[in-house]
């Protein structure tokens, strides 16, 4: 029997993504799959039911229908506790599940006795390279911090000269070089600015020059577990306060994206280094939803604080929903490689390294160990 895979119409509010894009559908069908999409579920993000229709799925007018009839749910968000009781027991649920910030929702999953994957616990390992969801939203996330800057600023990035004069490079200062910041660096550099980047961990530095930024060099390597940034002592805080409010207070426009995982964002940008900013400077804060690393930015918030604008945007991969969609969609198509055999059954031994540690929730219990401690300490 063909595994029956959906795709709802996201319900979060501002979310405009769509989990399936039809070129994915396409592939889903002809592996023999049973493909449903709710009616205009990809229209905020640039796909019509009728292209769906083209690429071999059937389009479903309510959410009752769509959940009762699916082995396997794809979404973007995660379902919300009214979504879960609409999906019959046993069935598999695959999103960016925000686990530690939405225990209500995994609650919710685990009572239905769903099985739940969060997109965002792969692991970082080669062969999961083409599911990492993390890195392709981030990708449309840095990317749109700099053309949002670019469009708050009151200057030009690029070197002009015109018969009305020269016009100097606007100076883009991007701090935090992971995934993120290094597309918002190359998307800097294609605008013509005059980039500089900035990461604790060292290795960044390479990647920063090979896009033709300058590396902003502090004389410490904060690289911890698994690759990602490690929190700062005391005393390298107070080295990379004083070389990144400098570097600050020099620049048109600057895009933060520092992040550690499972923490709050780090405050790199306090409130006296934003007194020191130049007039017309823009800040836009990719860690918003962390925390920010801007001491006065305010998530969702587009801020004046004397002539500096401060924005906090709150899912920006949704601001361009049709390349995010595309891309996310992508990696799901690579994890289904996983979870469905090539004779169209669902797998239910979940040894495999990535499906293991990106396993939530199943038959009845929350199996990501923070997420069930979080939930069992009542947070
Ligand atoms: P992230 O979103 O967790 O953090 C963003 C960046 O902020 C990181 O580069 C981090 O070093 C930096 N940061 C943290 N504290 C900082 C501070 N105080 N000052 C300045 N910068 C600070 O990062 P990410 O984009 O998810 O990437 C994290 C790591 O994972 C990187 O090493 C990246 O190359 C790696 N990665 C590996 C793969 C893979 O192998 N498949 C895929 C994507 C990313």
Not at 317 to 327: E, G, K, V
Request: charged share 20%; hydrophobic share 45%.
């Amino acid at each position: 029997m063909a595994v029956c895979v959906v795709a709802p119409k996201e319900v979060a509010s501002g979310e405009k993504r769509v989990a399936l894009v039809p070129e994915v559908v396409g592939r889903l069908a002809k592996a023999g799959n049973r493909v449903c999409i709710e009616t205009g579920a990809g229209e905020d993000a640039g796909f019509t039911d009728a292209e769906f229709t083209a690429a071999g799925a059937q389009i479903i007018g309510t959410p009752k229908e769509l959940y009762g009839s699916a082995d396997l749910v794809l979404k973007v968000q995660p379902p919300t506790a009214a979504e879960s009781k609409l999906m019959r027991e046993g069935t598999v649920v695959i999103a960016l599940m925000n686990a530690s910030r939405n225990l209500d929702l995994v609650a919710a999953m685990r009572d239905r006795n769903l099985t739940a994957f969060a997109l965002e616990l792969v692991p970082r390992i080669t062969r999961a390279q083409s599911m990492d969801a993390l890195s392709s939203q981030a990708t449309a996330a840095g990317y749109k911090a700099v053309l949002i800057g670019a469009g708050l600023s009151p200057r030009f990035l690029p070197m002009l000269t015109t018969a009305a004069g020269t016009i100097r490079p606007a100076k883009v200062l991007i701090l935090g070089a992971g995934v993120a910041g290094l597309m918002a660096i190359a998307t800097a550099r294609r605008l013509g600015g005059m980039v500089e980047g900035y990461d604790v961990r060292r290795a960044a530095g390479e990647q920063v020059r090979s896009l033709g930024a300058k590396f902003l060099e502090l004389q410490i390597n904060a690289e911890g577990a698994g690759g990602y940034a490690r929190e700062l002592t005391p005393e390298e805080k107070a080295l990379e306060s004083k070389m990144v409010s400098d570097a600050v207070s020099q620049a048109d426009l600057v895009i933060t994206t520092a992040a550690i995982p499972g923490r709050k964002a780090p405050v790199l940008v306090t409130k006296e280094t934003v007194g020191r900013m130049k007039p017309g400077s823009v800040l836009i804060d990719l860690a918003a939803e962390t925390g920010g690393n801007c001491e006065l930015t305010k998530a969702g918030k587009t801020i004046q604080v004397n002539d500096v604008t401060i924005v906090g945007p709150l899912n920006l991969p949704s601001q361009t929903a049709y390349h995010a969609s595309q891309m996310y969609s992508k990696n799901l198509q690579a994890f289904l490689g996983l979870l469905v055999t090539p004779d169209g059954k669902l797998v239910t031994d979940y040894s495999d390294e990535i499906l293991a540690a990106s396993l939530l929730v199943t038959a009845g219990a929350v199996r990501h160990k923070p997420t069930a401690d979080l939930l069992a300490a009542g947070k």
